[in-house]
C-alpha cells in the first residue's frame, strides 16, 4: 500500500512540475542562408523570397514571423484558431488558406542527438523525411535544432496539423533555434542570432483592425 501512494504521490508532483514550468515568450532574431550544392541553382531566388533576417515572436502557442526585404512579410499562427495569415510584399491583404491540411506526407521523425551549441544552448534536433502528398518524389527534410532552455507547452500547437506544428513542436517543447529545408539542390537555413525573452501583449498577435482578408 505504502508503494503505491508513494507512486501516486511521485505522478502528481511530475504533473504539478509540468504545468508549472515557465514557458518561453519573447523575441528570437535569425538570419538566413541559402547553401546550393547544384552549380546552376541561384540562391538569389530564395533570398528574393524569404529575405536574409526575420524576427519570431512567440506567445501561448501563438507565432508572428516578420521577415524583411522578401515577397512574404508576415506569417502569423494563431493557435485558438488553428489558422496561418499570410502578408507580402504585393499586397496589404492578408491571406489565409480555407483549410488546414497538410500538403505533404510525414515519411518518418526522429529526435535525435546534435554537438550543435547555438548562442550557448546545447542543442538537439527533430528531423522529418516529407514527400509531397499523393507523391513519391522529390523527398525532402526538415530539421528542427532546438533546446530544452526554452520550454513551450506543446498542447497548444497539437491541432495545427498544416504545417506539421503539431509534430514538430510536439517532439521539441520548445522554440527552434535552428531550422534547415533540404531540398534536392540545395539547403535554406535559418539559425538564431538572438534570444530576448520579453513581455508581448496579447494585441500583439491580432490582426489590425479593417485589414482585408482572403482565403485561398
Known sequence: MKSIFLI??????????QNNKHEFVGLVKFAHTVVATDKDYNPDNDYAAIGRHSDYYFKDGDIKWLTYDSYFRMDLFRAKENRD??????SDS????????RDFDIISYNVLKSDRVILGHK????????KPLGRETPV???RYYFSSDFYIDP???AKCTSSGYDVIYGQMKS??????????????VWEATEIKPMNLETSFFELAKGTPVWSW
Open 85 to 90: 495569415y499570410y502578408l507580402t510584399n504585393r
Open 94 to 101: 492578408i491571406f489565409t488558406p480555407k483549410n488546414n491540411d
Open 123 to 130: 542543442c538537439r534536433m527533430v528531423e522529418l523525411k516529407l
Open 155 to 157: 498542447e497548444k500547437l
Open 8 to 17: 501516486f504521490l511521485f505522478s502528481i508532483l511530475t504533473a504539478a512540475a
Open 140 to 142: 525532402t527534410y526538415r
Open 175 to 188: 522554440i527552434p533555434l535552428r531550422i534547415e529545408f533540404e531540398f534536392p539542390g540545395r539547403t535554406v
